[in-house]
């Protein structure tokens, strides 16, 4: 596969997860929702790893990095999916892209990683500014845009805690076989939320919702990933940076054009405001930067 055609499926891939994930969860709650996808996705990622020859490895160090990524995976996943029920799914790709300003700020702290330069912090500020800018108007739209905001500031921490809990581990694995295991640790936790919740099997699920949780589970839990990390391997790490700044504007125009999302003046403004900074912040480090090493959302 040539390059630009991975890089473009990963624009599409993750600039339709959002709203994939609002649609696979519609008609049967977003808990069975997200525990299909896992669950599928979990079986998909062995299979895929047993193909390639990367089997799991069961060392130490690769058993804490399985039970990390579980517990990112988890954690970030419910909280995405619980967070779709109450604000537009470009809301979605958009604060997710601030996950490499908190994984930053995470390694600092704990892995004594890149210096904050100036231009970073500027970053920081802008993207922080954008966010207040989204906060307030989800004000506007209920009271419960709130908390769903404050649901994908959750997801965005576990996510990155996860990544950085990970480096430390360096379990030194291919990234199918991380994956996979993280996907296997996961998977119980979210069968016992499922049962906590009721454990009960949808009546009926439109096609859209089929669909949905089977484009979740195929490709944004394994293909998305797998160009990912293609890409990241061919080409230089600010290009693959700009794939953040992307997807999210992507996101937003599908969430507005296919789900009659609101696109407002503050919207906007807050979204070039987080995307800006993001920019600064991104293109500005020339050191080694943690990427995240599991399911992006």
């Known amino acids: ?41 979990a079986v998909l990622a062995l ?22 990524s579980g517990l990112g995976i988890y954690g970030g996943m419910i909280s995405v999916y619980w967070s779709a029920q109450y604000i537009p799914t470009g809301w979605i790709s958009l604060i997710f892209g601030l996950s490499p300003i908190v994984t930053a700020l995470m390694a600092r702290l704990w892995l004594d990683g890149e210096r904050l330069t100036r231009s970073r912090l500027i970053g920081m500020l802008m993207g922080l500014s954008g966010l207040a800018v989204i906060s307030g108007t989800s004000l506007s739209l209920s009271g419960e ?3 769903g905001v404050l649901g994908m500031l959750l997801s965005v921490s576990v996510h990155c805690a996860s ?14 076989v991380l994956t996979s295991g993280g996907l296997l640790f996961a998977a119980p936790l979210f069968l016992t939320t499922w049962l906590l919740s009721g454990a009960a099997l949808p009546e009926s699920m439109s096609t859209r919702t089929f669909g949905a949780i089977a484009y979740l589970a195929v490709l944004g839990s394994v293909l998305g990933f797998a160009l990912y990390y293609y890409v990241l391997s061919k080409v230089e790490a600010t290009r693959v940076a700009l794939l953040t700044l992307i997807t999210p504007v992507c996101a937003l ?35 080694e930067r943690i990427r995240v090493r599991f399911l992006r959302y």
């Not at 193909?51 to 399985?66: C, E, I, N, P, Q």
């Not at 990544?163 to 199918?176: L, S, T």
């Open 253 to 287: 125009a599908l969430g507005h054009l296919l789900n009659n999302e609101p696109l407002t003046p503050e919207v906007l403004i807050g979204s070039l405001l987080i995307l800006s900074g993001l920019a600064a912040f991104e293109l500005s480090g020339k050191g």
């Open 1 to 41: 596969m040539s390059v630009p055609s991975a890089y473009l499926g990963v624009i599409i891939i993750w600039s339709t997860t959002p709203l994939a994930i609002l649609w696979s969860s519609q008609d049967v709650g977003f808990v069975f929702g997200v525990t299909s996808r896992m669950l599928i996705g």
């Open 145 to 147: 845009a709130v908390i």
């Open 163 to 176: 990544a950085v809990w990970i480096k430390r581990f360096d379990p030194n694995v291919p990234a199918i």
């Open 47 to 68: 299979i895929v790893a047993a193909l390639l020859g990367s089997g799991l490895v069961w060392h130490r160090r690769a058993m804490l990095a399985y039970m990390a």
